[in-house]
Nanobody
Framework: QVQLVESGGGLVQAGGSLRLSCAAS????????MGWFRRAPGKEREFVAA????????YYAEPGKGRFTISRDNAKNTLYLQMNSLKSEDTAVYYC???????????????WGQGTQVTVSS
């Protein structure tokens, strides 16, 4: 079993930056693809970014391209999301997830964290 715990969320002004972390415990996630998703108020959960098990390939949803960077440190069993040039529309609860497939699909991820709130003020 894998437990995922996100941290690093908070309140930031538009144009600012945040770095989210996702710490895994229970077992190593080094063999899993991992991803970040988010749910804005009143909206469905949506894909943000994903990274392969070895960190060599990343994939981003259009809203975060050029502003967000996903990375991982398998030695620390930790996933990251660096978010720059934040906009008010980035306000959401951000979730990390782990799964067997490198994909943007919610359904392919087996393990989920509880989420961390990111609020961007304009």
């Amino acid at each position: 079993q894998v437990q995922l715990v996100e941290s690093g969320g908070g309140l930031v002004q538009a144009g600012g930056s945040l770095r989210l972390s996702c710490a895994a415990s229970g077992r190593t996630v080094s063999s899993y693809a991992m991803g970040w998703f988010r749910r804005a108020p009143g909206k469905e959960r949506e894909f943000v970014a994903a990274i392969t098990w070895n960190g060599r390939t990343a994939y981003y949803a259009e809203p975060g391209k050029g502003r967000f960077t996903i990375s991982r440190d398998n030695a620390k069993n930790t996933l990251y999301l660096q978010m720059n040039s934040l906009k008010s529309e980035d306000t959401a609860v951000y979730y990390c997830a782990a799964g067997n497939r490198f994909t943007s699909s919610n359904d392919e991820y087996h393990y989920w964290g509880q989420g961390t709130q990111v609020t961007v003020s304009s």
